[in-house]
């Protein structure tokens, strides 16, 4: 099983950059102001997309215009995050036009969640380097202690979660790289170049405003695709604003979850404080975490 921290990028320090792309959906200045100021107040140096307030239907921007700014933060070695204004929809229509050649190199934290689940997989599959799964500006003012932790996480003060215990947790004691994100987004990136790779490790997932049906669907696809039987362990984050049909698909998310690996034997974590939920801790991707479900559930960054 893999046991080894991909590589990370350098943590952050006061004077440092961040760059705010918009990958996918559309975003007004309005609202990335208070992001912006809660970033500076850190510290931190701000530098917006060229293209990031243009707008093309719902997206920021036609693909180019996306594309090309997420190529200059990308070779711009004076950033040293990029941060996602937010999610949408958007980013997988440009990451196979994307040149990671200089970020490869001179490596730097990609951070987000929600449709950045795209860059979380696809740079972890192809250049085993760590992303960073958490809030984007759009939410900054929703949730403090999420907005306050993205600052540890990106300072390098981040070191561990204790979270009460959930009634359908499944305990056990694991360790492995943490890979994930979105479920809906994971299941679309089946059977492309960015598909993702589970064995041996543990799986992150969360999601929105699904059908129950087609949250069970998702998970018999990664079951019937390999993607369970070979984890390490489960970390189920919220799944929120979920959908059902006139007749009662029969099960909540999480139950649906459950019984999609209830054959195997890994421990499984419910209720974490991360997705589309109230609150939305920041993860290491690609970093080995020990993951322990008792009385508590312990996730440690190893």
């Known amino acids: 099983m893999e046991k080894t921290n991909l590589t990370s990028p350098p943590f952050l320090k006061s004077g440092d950059c961040i760059g705010i792309v918009a990958p996918a959906r559309k975003i007004l200045m309005e609202e990335l102001?208070?992001?912006?100021?809660?970033?500076e107040s850190w510290g931190l140096k701000v530098k917006l997309g060229k293209n990031i307030f243009s707008s093309y239907?719902?997206?920021a921007g036609t693909d180019e215009e996306r594309l090309a700014d997420m190529q200059d933060m990308l070779d711009d070695k004076d950033v040293k995050a990029i941060i996602s204004a937010r999610g949408g929809?958007?980013?997988?229509?440009?990451?196979?036009?994307?040149d990671f050649s200089t970020f490869r190199h001179h490596p730097k934290w990609?951070?987000?969640?929600?449709?950045?689940?795209?860059?979380?997989?696809?740079?972890q599959k192809h250049y085993e380097i760590q992303t960073l799964h958490c809030t984007m500006p759009i939410n900054f003012e929703k949730d403090n202690d999420s907005t306050n932790l993205l600052w540890d996480a990106l300072s390098g003060e981040l070191t561990d979660y204790r979270i009460n215990p959930q009634p359908l947790n499944r305990k056990g004691k694991a360790e492995g790289i943490l890979c994930g994100g979105n479920l809906s987004i994971l299941y679309a990136l089946a059977s492309t170049p960015s598909d993702i790779d589970t064995f041996g490790k543990i799986l992150f997932l969360e999601d929105l405003d699904e059908y129950l049906y087609h949250i069970d669907r998702m998970m018999m696809q990664l079951k019937r695709a390999g993607k369970l039987?070979?984890?390490?362990?489960?970390?189920?984050?919220?799944f929120s604003e979920m959908?059902?049909?006139?007749?009662?698909?029969g099960k909540i998310a999480e139950e649906i979850i459950l019984d999609a690996v209830?054959?195997?034997d890994f421990p499984v974590?419910?209720?974490f404080p991360a997705g589309h939920g109230q609150k939305n801790f920041p993860l290491y991707m690609g970093c080995v975490h020990e993951l322990e479900v008792d009385e508590e559930t312990k996730l440690r960054i190893l």
Do not use: W
């Open 57 to 59: 239907n719902q997206f």
């Open 269 to 271: 974590c419910f209720g």
């Open 33 to 39: 102001n208070p992001a912006i100021k809660k970033l």
């Open 243 to 249: 959908k059902d049909n006139t007749i009662p698909f």
């Open 89 to 98: 929809y958007g980013s997988v229509r440009i990451i196979d036009q994307l």
């Open 229 to 238: 039987s070979g984890l390490a362990g489960l970390v189920v984050g919220s």
């Open 110 to 123: 990609i951070a987000g969640y929600s449709d950045i689940t795209v860059f979380h997989n696809h740079i």
């Open 262 to 264: 209830q054959e195997y």
